[in-house]
């Protein structure tokens, strides 16, 4: 078993705009990962890249850069901040813009 676990959760922005939550829960027992761990760590199956991505939970800045670049086929993709939202760090649609910040809910997961 991987020590990174990826879970994808369909959601929307309070505005209605579909996205999907890509939640990281570190599973091994002192909650550290290595640089190895990246080796053969795959997204999900069934994202739809044609929505935007908001990439959430604890987890060392280098597992958010792979992610990023992992996720940038999607229309958009937005890094969770508990203090602001989801922040958008990449586009490539005219519906969000950089630096753009949702509300998310994510109490009910």
């Known amino acids: 078993m991987s020590a990174i676990q990826l879970r994808i959760i ?3 922005t309070q505005f209605g705009l ?8 570190i599973t091994n027992e002192n909650g550290i990962i290595t ?10 199956k069934g ?6 991505i908001v990439i959430e939970g604890k987890a060392p800045i280098w597992l958010y850069g792979y992610l990023v ?3 940038h ?13 989801a922040v958008v ?3 490539h649609t005219h519906d969000v813009s950089i630096s753009q910040v949702f509300k ?5 997961e």
């Open 73 to 85: 086929p999607a229309a958009w993709v937005g890094c969770y901040d508990p203090r602001l939202g």
């Open 89 to 91: 760090v990449a586009t």
């Open 104 to 108: 998310v809910d994510l109490s009910g």
């Open 35 to 44: 640089p190895a761990d990246l080796k053969g760590l795959k997204l999900p």
């Open 47 to 52: 994202i739809d890249f044609t929505q935007g």
């Open 10 to 12: 369909p959601h929307q």
């Open 18 to 25: 579909a996205y999907q939550h890509l939640q990281i829960e």
């Open 69 to 71: 670049h992992e996720c």
